[in-house]
């Protein structure tokens, strides 16, 4: 019987310890986004941090931002006053105001746009590229990225999480990260930032995605609904017969 409640405490808290990031910083390859598309206040903080944090260099070349706002019930107000670039107007799109020769003078390369990254790559990669930033000395921007070694891009969430250590073994294999400079923020609630921003990219990828699934449950609910009538409907006809 106790073994019976150790498995069922395990089994219940075995999911979050992975939505976390738990498992030990050496499977980061394992870590999942965990983001939940459904959470609509998610995807709003997700597209504030976007906007704050990486339209400065990245486009999303495929969405308007009214279209962002219609599906994420963000009214045209809000928009113009809190997540639209300078200059930009509701009905369009989310271009960087980023020249991309200066970018490649900068990074020695353009930063991709991120519409359909989460398709190409995955929601669990983003995550990841975005937790695995750490202190290299060697590197121009200063950090490196376990995700994408020797990557261009800056951490440009450093404020947040803070700059952490990577400990390497002597064949050059991952072990773990140390706390480096401190962010502003907990890991668990750095963890919640990058899952909005990722959930709010995986959106970005497929807008329609929210439609499909209100339309599921809209199909279930009315499948048992249905269910329920014909039984009904059942009972009465046979009521008589028996
Ligand atoms: C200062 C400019 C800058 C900002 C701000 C920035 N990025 Fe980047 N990003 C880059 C550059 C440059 C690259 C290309 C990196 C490379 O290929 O090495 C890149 C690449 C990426 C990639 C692709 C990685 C891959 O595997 O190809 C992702 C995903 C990404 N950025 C996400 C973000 C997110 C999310 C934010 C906001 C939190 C952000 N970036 C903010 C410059 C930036």
Redesign the pocket.
């Known amino acids: 019987m106790r073994k019976l409640a150790i498995l069922v405490a395990a089994l219940a808290f075995a999911p979050a310890a992975f939505a976390a990031g738990g498992g030990g910083t050496a499977s980061w390859q394992q870590w999942h986004a965990g983001n939940q598309l459904g959470d609509r206040a998610s995807l709003q903080r997700g597209a504030r941090?976007?906007m704050n944090?990486?339209a400065?260099?990245?486009s999303l070349k495929y969405v308007r931002y009214q279209r962002v706002g219609t599906d994420l019930g963000i009214s045209d107000e809000v928009l113009k006053e809190n997540l639209l670039l300078p200059g930009a107007k509701v009905t369009d799109y989310v271009l960087t105001s980023m020249p991309g020769a200066l970018?490649n003078e900068w990074?020695g390369?353009v930063?991709?746009d991120?519409s359909l990254?989460t398709r190409s790559?995955g929601s669990d990669y983003?995550f990841q590229?975005?937790k695995t930033f750490y202190a290299d000395p060697n590197a121009a921007t200063g950090t490196n990225n376990l995700?994408?070694a020797g990557?261009?891009?800056?951490h440009?969430?450093s404020d947040l999480q803070g700059v952490q250590r990577a400990v390497f073994d002597e064949h050059g294999a991952f072990v773990t990260f140390e706390a480096g400079v401190p962010g502003q923020l907990s890991a668990a609630e750095y963890d919640a930032f990058v899952r909005d921003?990722v959930n709010f990219?995986e959106y970005a990828g497929e807008p329609a995605k929210l439609q499909r699934a209100t339309v599921g449950v809209w199909v279930v609910l009315f499948l048992l609904l249905f269910t329920a009538i014909a039984w009904l409907l059942k009972q009465e006809y046979w009521k008589d017969v028996q």
């Open positions: 941090n976007f944090y990486c400065g260099c990245h970018a990074f390369i930063p991709p991120l990254i790559k983003v590229f975005l995700a994408l990557t261009a891009m800056p440009v969430l921003t990219l």
